[in-house]
């Protein structure tokens, strides 16, 4: 293709509708079709990136390969695309204003007013437009936040002038919501009617209208939706409910949401999408009748999207050991010594999330003693293979007091502590251990056996490690230190080989895996628990 085709996905009426699946699920049917496809997220509040946000406001952090802290909808573009994404993946106002301010200060502006626009609208465009330089053949923008939002003008107006600039190579999705009301017992257009005259007002006429809606919509109403919004009747799409987010690209492809994208943009429709391996994997799903249970041990369970790469994970690799997953999602600060065997005695395997902080630790380690004792697969990342650590220095080394520099600055016995390059940082944006680096696996180990190779990459994010100046303790009393980097020596995962599986992964894993590559890991865990049942 001599240019790269730009596809904008805007929201309207309410937020959290499903931008970033519907972006996922179209740029996964272009994908099929042969077409080299990523998606990007520009979102509008002004953090620089959501790594300082508190899981309660943001959800998950996600971490791309070249170490950038990036918004949770980027995990959803890798598990169904799985194209690894970077820090040109996802801008935030914040970024974009830095990089403004920042040239100002240098004088690139020549004393010029610096202004919203143009400068800051061209900042967006620029970014916008970086990943054209992989030779993509389509870019698909999601921009965060709802149509309205006195936040996201900026970025809106930004797309107005692309359209206006890169005619048939541009083009705008627009994601609205169809309320149904009970007392009427109809369904009610109104709402995405104002919210496509808030976008025309703006300066943008959407070309596909995508409506989300619990229940299949009548030919007449989407009809109306298309008379009124000024939009093709073959280009109003309805995005209704389904047992799993997997399923939509499909729900799409049967409504030709991408023949009508690409008739748009003056392409061929001529190619078939091959979509596989997509429908292999969803028979998989539907044909799996029995069960794994998993009990998934966290600090932040109550919020549906603090563990999402996780929990899709724990899904997939679950479906390719033919099994349904029951996760069940318990909270650590609930977890006592009294009530340890109620929660977890029925579980197949105990899975002890990550996160910062000295809330909810005791009872992470109550579990993962639980865990241990009665020979339960237990797998820990990141801050849970550094509660692995702990509660075997406390129980099994007899190390009173115990613990990680991050939750007791005087601990006696420091078998967790802040990583020597961490010790002068004072910025906490941006300054972990970020992105992807190298792990060698001993090949004796249950690790190695997962991956089935020696040399491996995965991402971090984190300021601790497991002190090696207690390793050969460790080691001598059962737990092996199975993998570390190459070039710093740093431990990136442990396991006692005794029991049946028992690992910890200083990585995250669960930011490598995806729909037709699941992490090995994942896959093994899911394997012992099944054994387990």
């Excluded at 492809?253 to 001529?270: S, Y």
Aim: with cysteine; charged share 25%.
């Amino acid at each position: 293709m001599a240019d790269t085709k730009y596809i904008f996905v805007t929201g309207g009426v309410v937020s959290s509708l499903g931008k970033g699946i519907v972006s996922a699920s179209l740029g996964k049917l272009l994908q099929a079709r042969g077409y080299k496809v990523t998606i990007q997220k520009f979102d509008p509040y002004i953090n620089v990136d959501p790594g300082t946000l508190n899981p309660y406001e943001h959800g998950e952090c996600y971490v791309t390969i070249d170490g950038h802290e990036a918004d949770l909808d980027l995990g959803h573009y890798e598990r169904f695309l799985n194209v690894p994404t970077t820090r040109a993946n996802n801008i935030t106002t914040g970024r974009i204003y830095q990089t403004v301010i920042e040239k100002e200060r240098k004088g690139d502006y020549l004393g010029k007013t610096v202004q919203v626009i143009p400068h800051i609208t061209d900042e967006i465009k620029r970014n916008m437009k970086l990943l054209s330089k992989n030779k993509f053949d389509f870019i698909i923008t999601e921009i965060g936040g709802t149509v309205g939002d006195i936040e996201s003008l900026p970025f809106i107006e930004s797309v107005r002038q692309l359209k206006w600039e890169l005619g048939k190579n541009c083009l705008c999705v627009h994601l609205t919501y169809i309320p149904y009301i009970a007392a009427a017992k109809e369904y009610k257009t109104k709402p995405t009617q104002h919210s496509v005259k808030q976008l025309q007002e703006l300066g943008i006429q959407p070309d596909i209208l995508v409506l989300r809606t619990e229940h299949l919509l009548s030919p007449d109403l989407l009809k109306k939706v298309a008379l009124f919004c000024n939009v093709e009747n073959n280009a109003v799409v309805q995005s209704v409910d389904v047992p799993t987010i997997y399923e939509v690209p499909l729900v799409l492809q049967r409504q030709g949401m991408d023949v009508t994208v690409l008739k748009k943009m003056g392409m061929d429709t001529d190619t078939t999408p091959n979509m596989t391996k997509w429908n292999e994997f969803l028979k998989m799903k539907s044909d799996a009748t029995e069960t794994v249970k998993i009990g998934l041990v966290g600090k932040y369970v109550e919020l549906q999207d603090a563990y999402k790469s996780i929990d899709e994970s724990l899904l997939q690799a679950a479906i390719y050991n033919n099994r349904k997953l029951d996760l069940h999602l318990i909270h650590s600060e609930k977890v006592t010594e009294a009530n340890v065997e109620e929660l977890l005695a029925d579980m197949d395997g105990v899975l002890v999330a990550p996160g910062f902080g000295q809330r909810g630790i005791d009872g992470k380690l109550i579990a993962i003693k639980y865990a241990r004792e009665h020979d339960k697969p237990c797998f820990g990342v990141c801050l849970g293979m550094q509660c692995m650590v702990i509660e075997f220095a406390r129980n099994v080394l007899g190390l009173e007091g115990a613990n990680s520099t991050e939750m007791e600055q005087t601990a006696p016995y420091k078998v967790i502590d802040l990583m020597e390059d961490q010790k002068n940082i004072i910025n906490m944006g941006g300054s972990m251990r970020l992105g992807a680096y190298d792990c060698v696996l001993q090949k004796d180990s249950k690790a190695y056996k997962a991956y089935k190779k020696e040399h491996i990459q995965e991402r971090h994010r984190h300021r601790f490690e497991f002190n090696s100046d207690f390793r050969e303790q460790f080691e001598a009393a059962g737990m092996k230190c199975v993998g570390e980097n190459p070039d710093s020596g740093l431990v990136e995962v442990i396991e006692i080989p005794e029991l049946k599986w028992f690992i910890g992964t200083q990585y995250h894993p669960e930011y490598n895996s995806t729909v037709l590559n699941p992490n090995p890991l994942f896959v093994s865990f899911v394997k012992a628990a099944i054994e387990n049942k």
